[in-house]
């Protein structure tokens, strides 16, 4: 062993012995598992015939070798000078199961010297196990990049647009990059002996992705949707037995992090666990690769790297796949590129803590607690998920429901206030997409890179649908006089209840003129005809877009509003009404000013609670006698 190799190992060991561990637990576990000497094998001296060693962990977490036989390297294939050596896999029972997923990242080394990662495989119903590696200069290339770099650009989610699961998730999908395999040109095929091979796709090996905790609803749709975007969900539970090392459980293994080593990477941990699991190419000092291609391609990232552990080999004529566990969390993945991730061990990730305290139907509270990835992708998806996945559990999936949210969430120095009420057949959809909704609008925008603080939920469900439906409003002086105040009346009636009426002195501005219009509408309408009115575009800095965030209308809630029609503007999120054409004009042609048309002068506005959801609007005429 080089005196670089000694002193990559040394560097590992001082990291992880910060956490208390004895230095015994971090002695290498054997020679291949790291850079032998030091050097790494260059493309430009691979050769048709020569025969690699490859090393990943298998049933039972065992580190097994596997032998690579050289085919070629393909050029440009994947990329503008971008090559992937092919080569045809033996051993370690692959012959039976062709490439897994899971075995991205897994390192293949010639005369003891580092040539790439396994990272992609060819064809379907291959008769042989077949598989692109990509060259390790070109994944230390990719992630040598800084991790200070701008915020991602994201498809947004706008405010007006529906709550619904299928909104998030083509939201969600929209800012997916392809990962659609390349088609390999018959010529090329015949020149390395597969002209039989069928499907000749080089395709990246999909991305096993663990899933534990979750509700069949919310886990087929959070699977559906990974899939979706090539990856391979599979389920484990969070206490799944592993295989026993020296007599201490594997999930507890106290071991540094070697190449071959089954490595993850976390999307939400604590009560719910989901996260992607691959292999490690190599370890540098605190440095890690892995994967040998992109999990997402984000660019700089802050997600948890994880350890896991390799429960067992699932083997499938179509798809073989590792089924794997997340262990503890290691350090933080910091670069996501075309050609490998790349993370630093002993760095702690930023996460969101999420805490949901339920109460159903009554009944005694129960307290849930998760670790969030912080990111602009995952974040509202994975919120979304996990609040809805709680509400379901202990919730019925079939029939209306009434559900009451309350909460706050930390954005920057700014707080993000929720109290609202959700009904009907998709009240558990909707409560957990009022959370995401405004939560990706946040991440999402140019604003800045705010640092979204703990999120606190109270919720309360009922299995009834609570609602008050407004069935009468009227005024007791039908001619009022300019500045007279008059005396609003409403009739509601919840279900199976007797009639309640409330009353509300209204003032009439002692300037108005023409004819005005007293309305009467529930929370949810009007957000829904304020939506293009109230877009998040008019904020310039975070604060200012939380600000138009809390002012969301509330679902147990009547507005009552006293309008007339009046050409306005609301400008950078503040109403501008009754304005003069000239500046109309003016502020349309302003540079940096964010103005929307209002038709509407609103005189002024109240509220009438409701002790559930709101539903129904009336408009009453009122032509005021001028004195």
């Known amino acids: 062993m080089t005196a670089r190799l000694l002193r990559g190992a040394v560097a590992a060991s001082l990291a992880l012995a910060l956490c208390g561990a004895p230095w015994s637990a971090y002695l290498p576990v054997s020679a291949t598992a790291v850079k032998a000497a030091g050097t790494t094998f260059p493309v430009s001296e691979i050769r048709r015939g020569q025969v690699a060693e490859g090393v990943t962990r298998m049933d039972g977490d065992e580190r097994v070798t596997f032998k690579a036989h050289i085919l070629g390297v393909l050029d440009g294939v994947i990329g503008p000078k971008r090559q992937v050596i092919l080569a045809r896999l033996e051993g370690a029972g692959l012959e039976n199961t062709g490439v897994i997923a899971g075995m991205s990242g897994s390192p293949v080394y010639i005369d003891g010297r580092l040539v790439g990662a396994v990272a992609y495989s060819m064809g379907q119903f ?12 070109e994944m230390e290339d990719a992630t040598a990049a800084s991790a200070a770099a701008p915020p991602r650009r994201v498809a947004s989610f706008p405010l007006d647009t529906a709550l619904t699961a299928e909104a998030l998730r083509e939201a969600f999908l929209a800012s997916m990059p392809g990962r659609d395999g390349v088609n390999v040109s018959p010529a090329s095929m015949r020149g390395f ?8 796709v080089l395709r990246p090996i999909a991305t096993p992705l663990a899933m534990a905790g979750f509700s069949t609803p919310v886990g087929s749709w959070l699977s559906d949707t990974f899939a979706a975007a090539g990856f391979a969900p599979v389920s484990g539970g969070a206490g799944m037995a592993v295989a026993e090392t020296g007599g201490v459980p594997a999930a507890a293994t106290t071991a540094p992090l070697q190449p071959g080593d089954a490595v993850g990477v976390s999307l939400v941990s604590g009560d719910l666990s989901l996260g992607a699991t691959g292999t490690v190419t190599s370890v540098e000092g605190t440095r890690v690769l892995a994967f040998g291609h992109p999990f997402f391609n984000l660019g700089p990232a802050q997600l948890p790297m994880t350890r896991a552990h390799v429960v067992a080999v699932i083997p499938s004529l179509l798809n073989s796949i590792k089924l794997a566990q997340l262990g503890e969390v290691m350090g933080v993945l910091d670069q996501d590129r075309a050609t490998a991730i790349a993370g630093t061990l002993g760095v702690r990730p930023r996460t969101i803590p999420l805490t949901v305290a339920m109460r159903a139907n009554g009944g005694t509270s129960r307290s849930f607690a998760f670790e ?10 994975i919120v979304f998920a996990a609040v809805a996945n709680v509400l379901q559990s202990y919730q019925r999936e079939v029939g209306v429901s009434t559900i009451r949210m309350k909460g706050a969430a930390e954005i920057g120095a700014s707080t993000l206030r929720m109290d609202n009420v959700f009904g009907g057949d998709s009240a558990v959809v909707t409560a957990s997409a009022s959370l995401a909704a405004p939560l990706a609008a946040v991440l999402r925008s140019d604003l800045g890179t705010p640092r979204i603080g703990r999120i606190t939920l109270e919720v309360d469900t009922d299995e009834r649908q609570r609602s008050t439906r407004l069935d009468r409003a009227w005024i007791a002086q039908p001619r009022p006089r300019a500045g007279d105040t008059v005396t609003l009346m409403t009739e509601t009636r919840s279900f199976r209840s007797a009639p309640q009426v409330q009353r509300l002195q209204v003032p009439i501005p002692a300037t108005a003129t023409g004819t005005l219009q007293l309305q009467v509408i529930d929370g949810t309408t009007l957000a829904q005809l304020e939506g293009r009115r109230r877009s998040l575009e008019q904020a310039r800095s975070v604060d200012e877009l939380v600000g138009l965030l809390n002012q969301a209308r509330r679902g147990d809630r009547w507005y009552v509003r006293l309008t007339r029609q009046a050409q306005g ?10 304005l003069p054409g000239s500046v109309m004009q003016v502020l349309g042609a302003a540079p940096g000013v964010v103005a929307t048309t209002l038709d509407q002068d609103v005189l002024g506005e109240w509220e009438l609670p409701a002790d559930a959801v709101a539903t129904g609007q009336r408009t009453i005429a009122i032509t005021p006698i001028v004195p």
């Open 126 to 137: 291959a008769k042989a196990p077949i598989a692109g590696i990509t060259p390790i200069a």
């Open 193 to 200: 002996g597969l002209d039989t091979v069928s499907s000749p």
């Open 372 to 381: 969030v990835a912080e990111d602009q992708l995952f974040s509202p998806l």
């Open 569 to 578: 503007s609301v400008v950078n999120g503040r109403d501008l009404p009754a």
